[in-house]
């Protein structure tokens, strides 16, 4: 399993753009990245997922580049209700697979 | 829009007694999973199941752990004999073979005294 390290936490205000990087030097040629949201008390949510380039959703985008050794999760201007724990995994895509979480990106937005 | 359901959603056990944590995952999915995260530390990978079988499972989950999916909604973690150490939010997930997502549930805190 490809190592994941991303900040330990971030400070931003509302209305920023969030940029959270995560490192992934061993990763496989069948790993995707992907990331999950979590509010205090609350199962982790599924934010996106990417396999190279850049993807893009309602709530965020992943740019990966070519190397795919690193990823940024990008937030376009965060309210107070974006602080939460940000976890970047990477692994297979496959549906029997467990998802290995490690400590995330403490994120806090201050008005 | 579909969600997985956990309950009870606090348990309060005395150690050395056994526990029944229950979900209901989403009606079309066919993967299952069990995490737990105790208090301040990260999400921990238990057990994952598909057709009526353990699929994976993680060092945690040793022989006082069990899943079971009794009939065709429910999905359960039986601790056998809890251990103070076994005090923690445990999740519920579920997935379809063709997504790219596991769906998790609120979770069941467990407190073992």
């Known amino acids: 399993l490809a190592k994941t390290t991303q900040p330990i936490s971030m400070d931003s205000y509302e209305g920023q753009e969030v940029n959270i990087t995560c490192s992934h030097n061993?990763?496989?040629?069948?790993?995707?990245i992907t990331w999950y949201q979590q509010f205090p008390s609350q199962g982790p949510r599924f934010i996106i997922q990417?396999?190279?380039t850049k993807v893009t959703n309602e709530v965020a985008s992943l740019f990966i580049p070519a190397d795919r050794k690193s990823s940024t999760l990008s937030l376009p201007r965060v309210s107070l209700s974006d602080t939460a724990v940000y976890y970047c995994?990477?692994?297979?895509?496959?549906?029997?697979?467990?998802?290995?979480f490690g400590k995330g990106t403490t994120l806090s937005v201050s008005s | 829009e579909p969600e997985v359901t956990q309950t009870p959603s606090h348990q309060v056990t005395q150690m050395g007694q056994e526990v029944i944590l229950r979900c209901v995952p989403i009606?079309?999915?066919?993967?299952f999973y069990w995490y737990r995260q105790i208090l301040g530390q990260k999400v921990e990978f238990l057990v994952s199941?598909?057709?009526?079988?353990?699929?994976?499972k993680s060092e945690i989950f040793d022989d006082q752990f069990s899943v079971e999916r009794p009939d065709g909604s429910n999905f359960t973690l039986k601790i056998r004999s809890t251990k103070l150490e076994d005090s923690a939010m445990y999740f519920c997930?579920?997935?379809?073979?063709?997504?790219?997502?596991?769906?998790f549930g609120p979770g069941t805190r467990l407190t073992v005294l």
């Open positions: 995994l990477v692994g297979e895509n496959q549906a029997g697979t467990a998802l290995i």
């Open positions: 997930a579920s997935r379809t073979s063709g997504g790219n997502e596991q769906f």
């Open positions: 061993n990763i496989a040629t069948n790993d995707y």
């Open positions: 009606s079309n999915h066919l993967y």
């Open positions: 990417g396999y190279k």
């Open positions: 199941f598909y057709n009526n079988e353990i699929s994976e």
